[in-house]
Structure formats: C-alpha cells, structure tokens
C-alpha cells in the first residue's frame, strides 16, 4: 500500500533527516586513515541518543548496529567493526534514525584520505546518478522514470547497477512502498503524487553488477570484488517538485541544483 504523507508528517520526516544529515556530516568530519568503523559506530549511536532518536538500522531483522559502513568492495550491509580505515579506502555509510515514530534515511561514500582517480570518478557519478534520479521525483512522473535517470547516468558512464537492492518508500516504515529500482525493469511503476516520499539509493559498481553475501550474512560485496559506491538521500514529492528531506536548505550541492 502507498501511503502520502500529510504537511505534518512531512515536516516530523523533514527533522528526522535532518538529524540523519548532521549525524553523517559529523561522521564524515571523523574519516581518516586509522579509524575503526566501530568508533564511528558508537558515535553515531549516542548522536542518535541526544536526539531522542533511535537507531533504525540496530535490531532490523536482527542487524547487530547502528550503521551500515561498507569498504571498497563491499556494496551494503557492511557491519562496523575493528577493522582501520586506510589511506585510498572509500567507505560507504548507511544511517537511519526513528525519530517521533518517523524514519530518517541516508547514506554517502567517503573517500579515505586520498584515493585513485578512478575511483573518485565513480564517486562522483554515483553523486550525480542520486541527483538525476532525485530530479525526476516530480509529481506526474512514474518510478521508472528515476530508475531510467540513475542507470542511464551510470551506464554511460562505464559502471553498472546493483539490481538486488533498490531504494524504496520511508515515513512511519523504513521501508514502504514502492520499491524504487535503480534500473529499469518492466513497467513505468506507480505514478509519483506530492506527499509520497521516496528513499533513493543507487549502488554503483566498477565492474560487474553482480554480488555476493558474505559468511556473516550481511555483508554484500561485488563478485569481482570491484569498488561500488552508494549515496542516498530521502525525498519528499511536493506541488512544487522534489523537497530532499536530508539535505538543509543550506547544504544545496550542485549536483542536486534545481531541488529545494
Ligand atoms: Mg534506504
């Protein structure tokens, strides 16, 4: 079931995101080589706490922290540990919040320290993939046409989709309906209507789209073992376009020029 969202709702989501992008901003500031997952774990959590948050991710289907932080190969799900961050690592985080019964959710992949040019090139296109796919989240566009964005960007950039995993509906569930693809399936999907606020999350991979699960039962990586990159924002549809929940009005990347 769809379920749009009220003004009010909107805006209890709009302050749940915005805790999201400040936990990340802060997480972000901390990257650098030598760092474990696990501190950036725990800073994330009691962040989430002062908010009077909690943790959307910890719990979920028995998923044992607050963050999902994925390294180089790994595409999502990654969990944090005590492993060091090196120099040339990019480094994926996930971060979720249930704030006032509302969910918050986001993610971006940093570079650590610095990295190939290679790399930062999928970086940057993953960047931009969110944001094309982000402006097509306009009232009386269909689903597809996000997903059409996001793949059409990547591809022609030389790197291939994650098909496994796609964004999806947020608000009172992490995850509701619909199911946004990052590529195009069968079908234009359902049409977009304001109030109807949509997590976007492309994975893009270097080499192969496939992956695999790793032993621990969370962890997925690419199968050839490529980097991937994954960022994320959560977007509300309005009458006048997409409203990106976490992002402040201040934070306006270009990539996402045209949105509010
Ligand atoms: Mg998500």
């Known amino acids: 079931m769809i379920h749009l969202k009220s003004r009010q709702e ?5 302050e749940a995101n915005l805790i999201v992008h400040e ?3 802060k997480l972000k500031s901390m990257c650098q080589p030598g760092l474990t997952t696990l501190e950036l774990d725990h800073v994330a959590e009691d962040m989430t706490r ?23 190969e790994e595409v999502v799900h990654g969990i944090p540990s005590k492993r060091a961050l090196k120099e040339g690592d990019i480094l994926s985080i996930d971060y979720g919040i249930c704030f006032r ?12 320290g610095k990295i190939s040019d290679d790399v930062a090139f999928l970086l940057k296109t993953a960047q931009e993939c969110l944001g094309l796919g982000i402006r097509q989240a306009m009232a009386g566009n269909h689903v ?9 960007h990547a591809e022609v950039q030389g790197f291939s989709l994650v098909k496994e995993f796609s964004g999806h509906g947020v608000g009172r569930s992490l995850h509701e309906e619909p199911v946004v693809l990052n590529y195009v399936a069968n079908g234009r999907g359902i049409q ?9 999350e492309p994975m893009v991979n270097q080499g192969t789209d496939k992956v695999v699960v790793l032993k621990d039962g969370w962890t ?8 991937s990159a994954h960022f994320e924002h959560s977007v509300a549809i309005t009458e006048d376009g997409p409203l990106i929940l976490s992002l402040p009005p201040s934070g306006e990347s270009p990539v996402f020029g045209g949105c509010r």
């Open 192 to 200: 977009l209507k304001p109030g109807l606020v949509l997590a976007i």
């Open 23 to 25: 936990v990340l901003a």
């Open 220 to 227: 997925v990586v690419t199968k050839d073992r490529k980097c």
């Open 10 to 14: 909107i805006d209890i989501l709009r």
């Open 50 to 72: 002062k908010f009077r948050g909690r943790p959307a991710f910890k719990g979920y289907h028995g998923f044992p922290a607050t963050l999902c932080t994925s390294i180089n």
């Open 101 to 112: 019964d509302y969910y918050g959710d986001a993610a971006v992949t940093v570079p650590i």
């Open 144 to 152: 597809a046409d996000i997903s059409a964005a996001i793949q059409t």
